[in-house]
């Protein structure tokens, strides 16, 4: 199984010190996530998703009637309600119906989660050949405050792509593993469904509803189960890559703050600071779902692994899931290698 190619399409790069001098983000997260900016698309999410499709295909060198299924995967608001973002999504990318497309709401492990999914439905079904990955959000402010929403992060605007087939190409993808934790489900949900907010469009706090689920579970469990269930998920990606985590060139976690990143997963997966991706993502902020495609294509794009270089990528979302994912760089025809686009 191979990834044919990885891209990322991310929104405008809008400084955490013009957020502090707004008052839309404190000083004090600035200096504990050393967050230097965060990518703002005033786009639909769905467009964004579009765009990175259509940058992977073409990187893939693949034609859209290749691709028999698409999987859409994204953590807020799409833009609008009661509608298909998959098939809005297959229709500006692949322009046929002779595809299977399905959104896949798994917050921001949704990404890896549609990697793992497609790679067995590739397995599984030899008619397919090509399958087509897309991610996209928009957190846009006033309803969702990217600066403010939780603590320890700032979200960023993008869409992301992956495309995935049997045949041989730039990466391979070696291994993959799942392992969740849904007793942890309620530190993203605190009592808002039984006791929903007054009003409905006011802005997340994501603070309020984790401070709801620690008064009744405490703090050192609550880190201790998430950090068991990442190892957990990297320990069996790793066993069946038959690799360890410090055979890896590089190591791509989620785009949390510094001090989140270093405390969820660099710390816990003890791997040094520069062989993962912290510095790209302190500029770009957590894109939900996308990190981990937006973090292969910058590898790529910035030659930091070559030919027989493995990757492990690092899913994490709320619920709690990790799906881990283990890449080789084959050698083969290049991928992601016309550069970053930024389009907005």
Not at 69 to 92: E, K, P, R
Not at 136 to 153: S, V, Y
Request: contains cysteine.
């Amino acid at each position: 199984m191979y990834i044919d190619a990885v891209a990322a399409v991310l929104g405008e790069p809008v400084d955490s010190a013009r957020a502090v001098a707004e008052g839309r983000f404190s000083a004090e997260e600035a200096a504990r996530t050393r967050q230097r900016a965060a990518r703002v698309s005033d786009r639909p999410a769905p467009d964004l998703a579009v765009d990175a499709a259509r940058l992977a295909l073409d990187r893939a060198g693949r034609d859209p009637r290749d691709v028999g299924l698409l999987i859409h995967a994204g953590c807020f608001d799409q833009g609008i309600s009661f509608a298909n973002t998959a098939s809005y999504v297959q229709h500006g990318a692949l322009g046929h119906g002779e595809a299977m497309a399905f959104e896949l709401r798994q917050m921001s492990n949704g990404g890896m989660a549609a990697l793992e999914l497609a790679a067995a439905h590739l397995s599984a079904v030899p008619e397919v050949t090509a399958a087509l990955l897309t991610t996209a959000d928009r957190f846009a402010e006033p309803r969702f405050p990217r600066w403010t929403a939780d603590r320890g992060l700032v979200f960023g605007d993008a869409g992301t792509a992956a495309v995935l087939s049997r045949t041989p190409g730039r990466l391979r993808l070696v291994a993959t593993a799942t392992h969740s934790e849904p007793s942890l489900e309620g530190l993203h949900r605190g009592d808002d469904l039984h006791h929903p907010p007054a009003d409905p469009a006011a802005p997340l706090d994501l603070v309020a509803r984790k401070r709801v689920f620690l008064e009744g579970t405490p703090l050192a469990e609550t880190i201790a189960r998430n950090e068991a269930g990442m190892l957990t998920a990297v320990k069996r990606c790793t066993e069946d890559a038959e690799c360890d985590v410090a055979d890896m060139a590089a190591v791509v976690v989620p785009f949390f703050g510094a001090d989140l990143a270093h405390k969820q997963c660099i710390g816990p997966l003890g791997v040094p600071e520069e062989r993962t991706l912290l510095e790209y993502g302190l500029g770009i902020g957590h894109l939900g779902p996308g990190d981990q495609f937006a973090g292969l294509s910058h590898l790529l794009e910035t030659g930091r692994i070559d030919t027989g270089d493995r990757v492990l990528l690092v899913g994490v979302g709320a619920g709690f899931v990790w799906t881990c994912a283990v890449v080789e760089v084959t050698g083969g025809a290049p991928a992601g290698a016309d550069g970053e686009a930024v389009r907005d």
